[in-house]
């Protein structure tokens, strides 16, 4: 079992900055990767960013790429998502999830889910 807590999220205008923090524990995650996931009210869960707990190999989505750097920290046990030059469109509950495995975008390949952060962007 991975157990995963986020923190980080709250109220901020557009083009302000936010920084997402994921804890993990429970299992060692050096074959883990590690995703951001955000979903709005009304819409699909989609994928943010995501990177493989030993390579440190990174994927982004379109939405976010050069606006968000994804990174861990193997003394914390913790994973990162700084997100710049935000928009109102980044609003949504933010989650990190976990897999055992190569890097993937898509939803359903994560075993572990936190519960979620929200991120409020005003215009």
């Known amino acids: 079992q991975v157990q995963l807590v986020e923190s980080g999220g709250g109220l901020v205008q557009a083009g302000g900055s936010l920084s997402l923090v994921c804890a993990a524990s429970g299992r060692t995650l050096s074959r883990y990767a590690m995703g951001w996931f955000r979903q709005a009210p009304g819409k699909e869960r989609e994928f943010v960013a995501a990177?493989?707990?030993?390579?440190?190999?990174?994927y982004y989505a379109d939405s976010v790429k050069g606006r968000s750097t994804i990174s861990r920290d193997n003394t914390k046990n913790t994973v990162s998502l700084q997100m710049n030059s935000l928009k109102p469109e980044d609003t949504a509950v933010y989650y990190c999830a976990a897999r055992s495995g190569t890097l993937s975008s898509f939803r359903y390949d994560y075993d572990y889910w936190g519960q979620g952060t929200q991120v409020t962007v005003s215009s």
């Open positions: 990177i493989h707990w030993n390579s440190g190999a990174t």
